[in-house]
């Protein structure tokens, strides 16, 4: 982590002119370096200690930044410069700066692009927004069928030092097609006159171009790869994707989900920069549909009326029961949820799935019944009645919370639709109408009102 205090005594050193001392106290790792950077309260000064970074890794301690700040850098900076650090990124960071920017103002970025970048950045960019296209680059080594290990080690040390990765090599054959792979550990330990086609790997792990990036993801954590190639649908090698550029996807996946879980709608920022109105409105969509969904509660509670005015101690465990139904329900909506993500589960596991979890939610349902008329026999004088309404409740809500929320995910994958939808508190509030339903439906006939 980066040391506060040095944030300090650079914006210190600035005010003292003591320009030779900042650059001998950088911090050695770009990561670090940027990090310093976007520290610095001041555009000047961010500006100024980005210009005493070394031109080596200049254009790493820019890819490091996010991208606010690399936009402000690049408005700060002059035009011969920005052509440079543009012209210097890999292809899959800087796809992702013109994703992030105004239109008008990727566009003047990329007029400043070599020919050979501009066609680069072009065709990336022309790939859907969540394939796993956006994420490739074109720095791979690639090798032919027929080379022999000398040659390629010598192509290899020709062109490596542009590449993103020279550990694993890509052989294709005369029509350009990927055939095999092959490690650089196997061609420095084969002789020198092997042909690559006799040890590369066949079998390769690829994915189509226009896959989406979360299926690609998965595709990583599956087989554990470093380095992932993209082919078009006639198998021709397009471009790689590193571990580094999924573990992001991962991420933003990962938040996404988390806040569709929590009833919110996607915030692309992060919190602290996230615009006041913008976190107001992502936030109070949802509850808006939850207050008017839960509304039905209201309406089911007023057709009992008759029922609360016999027992008026039936309402004492209304929340309760509802909270023991929305728990349950979130229990197995979270567990299909992860399952479905993950590939454990598919849609066709559906009717296995709804099985076990009646069967789940029976069994804890039954515990819950004893739990549940125990604790009123306790509260209200041994009414037996009550208690086992209470009790036979909380048991039958408990296994159709299990089983509606392990259900409803599924249905929406079927439908092409993001099972993270059916969030926390939108399965509560279904369980909630449907719970407080069963609950005076089996006083009705217990109670004999």
Request: charged share 25%; aromatic share 8%; with cysteine.
């Amino acid at each position: 982590m980066l040391n506060p205090e040095i944030v300090n005594n650079i914006e210190q050193l600035i005010k003292e002119k003591k320009y030779s001392v900042i650059k001998n106290i950088l911090p050695l790792h770009p990561e670090d370096i940027s990090e310093l950077i976007c520290e610095l309260d001041s555009p000047p000064h961010k500006l100024f200690v980005f210009r005493l970074v070394p031109y080596d890794k200049a254009v790493e301690v820019f890819e490091c930044m996010p991208t606010e700040e690399e936009e402000e850098m690049l408005n700060s900076l002059s035009s011969q410069e920005i052509k440079d650090i543009l012209n210097e990124m890999s292809p899959d960071d800087r796809t992702g700066l013109f994703e992030e920017i105004p239109a008008e103002l990727a566009q003047k970025f990329i007029n400043l692009l070599s020919t050979k970048e501009r066609e680069i950045a072009l065709e990336i960019l022309n790939y859907p927004p969540d394939s796993v296209g956006r994420l490739i680059t074109p720095d791979f080594v690639k090798l032919y069928q027929n080379m022999t290990v000398e040659a390629a080690l010598t192509h290899i040390r020709k062109v490596g030092i542009e590449k993103e990765t020279i550990y694993h090599c890509y052989v294709s054959d005369t029509e350009k097609k990927l055939i095999g792979i092959v490690s650089l550990r196997k061609l420095v330990l084969a002789s020198f006159q092997t042909k690559v086609v006799d040890i590369m790997y066949k079998e390769v792990i690829k994915v189509n171009v226009f896959s989406d990036k979360e299926e690609a993801a998965n595709v990583f954590k599956r087989y554990d790869l470093i380095v992932l190639p993209v082919v078009d649908s006639n198998d021709k090698l397009l471009g790689i994707v590193t571990f580094d550029d999924l573990v992001d996807v991962l991420e933003d996946e990962a938040t996404e989900d988390f806040e569709k879980i929590a009833a919110v709608l996607p915030v692309e920022k992060p919190y602290m920069e996230a615009n006041f109105f913008e976190l107001l409105w992502k936030r109070s969509f949802w509850l808006i549909v939850l207050v008017v969904l839960e509304s039905a509660s209201s309406l089911v509670m007023k057709k009992y009326g008759v029922v609360i005015e016999h027992w008026i101690a039936l309402t004492f465990f209304l929340p309760i029961l509802i909270a023991t139904g929305g728990n349950a329900g979130m229990q197995s909506a979270m567990m299909v949820i992860r399952g479905l993500n993950t590939g454990e589960i598919t849609v066709k596991d559906f009717l296995k799935i709804v099985i076990r979890e009646s069967f789940l939610g029976l069994s804890i349902g039954f515990v819950l019944a004893i739990v549940g008329l125990i604790r009123v026999m306790i509260q209200e004088n041994n009414q037996w009645l009550l208690s086992l309404s209470v009790g036979v409740s909380m048991g039958v809500t408990v296994m159709m919370a299990a089983v509606i929320g392990a259900a409803l995910p599924i249905i929406f994958k079927k439908f092409k639709l993001d099972p993270a939808l059916m969030s926390g508190p939108l399965i509560t509030t279904i369980v909630d109408v449907v719970g407080i339903f069963i609950y005076f439906e089996i006083a009705l006939f217990i109670l004999g009102i």
